[in-house]
T-cell receptor, first 110, second 115 residues
Framework: ELKVEQNPLFLSMQEGKNYTIYCNYSTTSDRLYWYRQDPGKSLESLFV?????AVKQEGRLMASLDTKARLSTLHITAAVHDLSATYFC??????????FGTGTSLTVIP | DSGVTQTPKHLITATGQRVTLRCSPRSGDLSVYWYQQSLDQGLQFLIQYYNGEERAKGNILERFSAQQFPDLHSELNLSSLELGDSALYFC??????????????FGEGSWLTVV
C-alpha cells in the first residue's frame, strides 16, 4: 500500500515567518495534490503538481514536486493568521486511489 | 462550493443501527470516492466507483457497503454501527477514473455520531 507521510504534524509559527511542510511518499508517482482543511469543513484543493520539478504558487503558498526523491514541499512565506488550517498532501497512483498524508495542523500566531 | 452534495450533514444514531449516506457528484463527474475522517485514523480511503462500477477498495469494513447508481449518485451504507464508527464521512468526485491528474473535489461531509 502506498504510504504518504507529512512532517511536521503540528506547526505553530509566528506571523511574518517562513516555513516548509514536507510530504514524502513511498511509491512512484508524478501526481501530487495539496489540500487545505479548516476545522470541521471540507477539503479545498490548493495545488496539483503533475511532473518532476513542477512548482506552483498562489499567494503566500508555493508547492513543488521532486518525483525522484518522492518528495513534495509546501512553502509558506510571511505567514498570516488566515493560513491557519490543516494541510494535506495526496498522491494519485495508477490504481485509481488518492492516498492522503497525515495532515499538518498549522497555527499562525500574531 | 465544490459542487459535490452530501446528505445528511449531521446524523446521530445508536449502536447496532444502520444508516445511509448519500452523495451527488459534480455535474459531469463519473468517479465517486468515499473517505472516513476521524481524529485517530486521519483521512482513510474507503472505496471508489466509476460510472457505476467499483474501481478501488481501501480500508472499508465488511459492515460498510456502497454503490453508485445509473444517475451517478452514490450511497454509503453503514450497518451494525459501533461507537468507533463516529467520524466525518466525505464524498469526493472527479471526471475520470483516476490516474489522470484531475484533482478530486470534496463535499461538505456527513458527520456521524454513534451513541
Amino acid at each position: 500500500e502506498l504510504k504518504v507521510e507529512q512532517n511536521p504534524l503540528f506547526l505553530s509559527m509566528q506571523e511574518g515567518k517562513n516555513y516548509t511542510i514536507y510530504c514524502n511518499y513511498s511509491t512512484t508517482s508524478d501526481r501530487l495534490y495539496w489540500y487545505r482543511q479548516d476545522p470541521g469543513k471540507s477539503l479545498e484543493s490548493l495545488f496539483v503538481l503533475l511532473s518532476n520539478g513542477a512548482v506552483k504558487q498562489e499567494g503566500r503558498l508555493m508547492a513543488s514536486l521532486d518525483t525522484k526523491a518522492r518528495l513534495s514541499t509546501l512553502h509558506i512565506t510571511a505567514a498570516v493568521h488566515d493560513l491557519s488550517a490543516t494541510y494535506f498532501c495526496a498522491v494519485d497512483n495508477t490504481g485509481n486511489q488518492f492516498y492522503f498524508g497525515t495532515g499538518t495542523s498549522l497555527t499562525v500566531i500574531p | 462550493d465544490s459542487g459535490v452534495t452530501q446528505t445528511p450533514k449531521h446524523l446521530i444514531t445508536a449502536t447496532g443501527q444502520r444508516v445511509t449516506l448519500r452523495c451527488s457528484p459534480r455535474s459531469g463527474d463519473l468517479s465517486v470516492y468515499w473517505y472516513q475522517q476521524s481524529l485517530d485514523q486521519g483521512l482513510q480511503f474507503l472505496i471508489q466507483y466509476y460510472n457505476g462500477e467499483e474501481r478501488a477498495k481501501g480500508n472499508i469494513l465488511e459492515r460498510f457497503s456502497a454503490q453508485q447508481f445509473p444517475d451517478l449518485h452514490s450511497e454509503l451504507n453503514l450497518s451494525s454501527l459501533e461507537l468507533g464508527d463516529s467520524a466525518l464521512y466525505f464524498c469526493a468526485s472527479t471526471r475520470t477514473s483516476g490516474g489522470s491528474g484531475n484533482t478530486i473535489y470534496f463535499g461538505e461531509g456527513s458527520w456521524l455520531t454513534v451513541v
